[in-house]
T-cell receptor
Framework: DGGITQSPKYLFRKEGQNVTLSCEQN?????MYWYRQDPGQGLRLIYY???????QKGDIAEGYSVSREKKESFPLTVTSAQKNPTAFYLC?????????????FGPGTRLTVL | QKEVEQNSGPLSVPEGAIASLNCTYS??????FFWYRQYSGKSPELIMF????GDKEDGRFTAQLNKASQYVSLLIRDSQPSDSATYLC???FGGGYNKLIFGAGTRLAVHP
């Protein structure tokens, strides 16, 4: 089955810790995205990548880091510099080229700071 | 700052009625819009894409775009309890469809 997987589903972090959220896709999509969603709010873009070894900051990149060493993988690290990391994190991917090419979302990771 | 605005709701409608969800946007250059449905605790899924003025129909869903008034709406006919979800409006920005800006979403509750 083709799709996007995110792990873990739930993650608990102590203050001062860095944690890494996994995102893998086997859809052969070029572009991948990380969003953050807070209760009652829409999705806010953290980082995105259009090709391997290249990525750009979104609207709320401070306190986060990413890498794109493989086309299939786009892990997100939430660093201790992110002061309010408790949120629902969504990874998405899309193919590029002609047309609007919708973004497909993974199931999400819910991060809670203890 | 480009913005997409939605009424957070909840919008409560009886089963079988028409649910009307609205979205306004600040960027006159916006040409197209996405409607995503998000069930509680789940990830969004695309239900409609519209890029031209007027209506676009897909089953029980109709998207309406009015560029002059800068609003886009989603109508759900014959609403079912399974339609109860949050509906997110999104617009591309920065050229192409690579980046989307999302509204906060409208929560729809369809009661039997």
């Amino acid at each position: 089955d083709g799709g996007i997987t995110q792990s873990p589903k739930y993650l608990f972090r102590k203050e001062g810790q860095n944690v890494t959220l996994s995102c893998e896709q086997n859809l052969n999509h070029d572009a991948m995205y990380w969003y953050r969603q807070d209760p009652g709010q829409g999705l806010r873009l953290i980082y995105y990548s259009q090709i391997v070894n290249d990525f750009q900051k979104g609207d709320i990149a401070e306190g986060y880091s990413v890498s794109r060493e493989k086309k299939e993988s786009f892990p997100l690290t939430v660093t201790s510099a992110q002061k309010n990391p408790t949120a629902f994190y969504l990874c998405a991917s899309r193919t590029t080229g002609g047309g609007y090419n919708e973004q497909f979302f993974g199931p999400g990771t819910r991060l809670t700071v203890l | 700052q480009k913005e997409v605005e939605q009424n957070s709701g909840p919008l409560s409608v009886p089963e079988g009625a028409i649910a009307s969800l609205n979205c306004t946007y600040s960027d006159r250059g916006s040409q197209s819009f996405f409607w995503y449905r998000q069930y509680s605790g789940k990830s969004p899924e695309l239900i409609m894409f519209i890029y031209s003025n007027g209506d676009k129909e897909d089953g029980r869903f109709t998207a309406q775009l009015n560029k002059a008034s800068q609003y886009v709406s989603l109508l759900i006919r014959d609403s079912q309890p399974s339609d109860s979800a949050t509906y997110l409006c999104a617009a591309p920005f920065g050229g192409g469809y690579n980046k989307l800006i999302f509204g906060a979403g409208t929560r729809l509750a369809v009661h039997p």
